[in-house]
């Protein structure tokens, strides 16, 4: 199984920072990707897919770079309320049984 | 509403004793998965099922067994053969496993007395 790396955290930053998470991946042949994030002891929640254009959601900005293998995920303005972690999810491009997660990367906001 | 739920939050396995997770979901979806997560690692893949009485072993599936006799359950067994049980166990679906998008359940916690 290829690796899925993401810069190790946490990150602390105050309300109202830009803050901009890396990963990488070591499959060349992976196809589809993804963010999810994670609150403390709960369920990973899917954040953004990772499209070739690159996608915007509101304050969420998700880039791909394949010619590099990596995925970057940029969140304007934070909130308190972005406190989490988020996790780097990569397809081996084998389907679902190829899906790699990263350790993910801790976000701490503070006021 | 539609989701899926797993059961106990909690769970305490004591030497020897098998243990057994419960993974229900009402979102009419074929294909289910069960994931083990420990502290600062990413989730791995214990078993998945495409779809009623048909299920494959993942990454991890040593020690672990699994049953699906209804589309809408997928409980997990952690064995004794399992030396090292104590993780955050999360059960997943999708609406067939060609979608990549996973719904999660809250987890269950194991720890060994």
């Known amino acids: 199984r290829k690796e899925v790396e993401q810069d190790p955290g946490p990150f602390n930053v105050p309300e109202g920072a830009t803050v901009a998470f890396n990963c990488t991946y070591s499959n060349s042949a992976s196809q589809s990707f993804f963010w999810y994030r994670q609150d403390c002891r709960k369920e990973p929640k899917l954040l953004m897919s990772v499209y070739s254009s690159g996608n915007e959601d509101g304050r969420f900005t998700a880039q791909l770079n394949r010619a590099s293998q990596y995925i970057s995920l940029l969140i304007r303005d934070s909130k308190l309320s972005d406190s989490a972690t988020y996790l780097c999810?990569?397809?081996?491009?084998?389907?679902?049984?190829?899906?790699?997660f990263g350790k993910g990367t801790m976000l701490l906001v503070s006021p | 509403d539609g989701g899926i739920t797993q059961s106990p939050k909690y769970l305490f396995r004591k030497e020897g004793q098998n243990v057994t997770l419960s993974c229900e979901q009402n979102?009419?979806?074929?294909?289910m998965y069960w994931y083990r997560q420990d502290p600062g690692q990413g989730l791995r893949l214990i078993y998945y099922s495409q779809i009623v009485n048909d299920f494959q072993k993942g990454d991890i599936a040593e020690g672990y067994s699994v049953s699906r006799e209804k589309k809408e359950s997928f409980p997990l067994t952690v064995t004794s053969a399992q030396k090292n049980p104590t993780a955050f166990y999360l059960c997943?679906?999708?609406?067939?496993?060609?979608?990549?998008?996973?719904?999660f359940g809250s987890g269950t916690q194991l720890s060994v007395l």
């Open positions: 979102l009419n979806h074929d294909a």
């Open positions: 997943a679906s999708s609406i067939a496993t060609t979608n990549e998008k996973l719904f």
């Open positions: 999810v990569v397809n081996g491009g084998g389907g679902y049984s190829t899906l790699t």
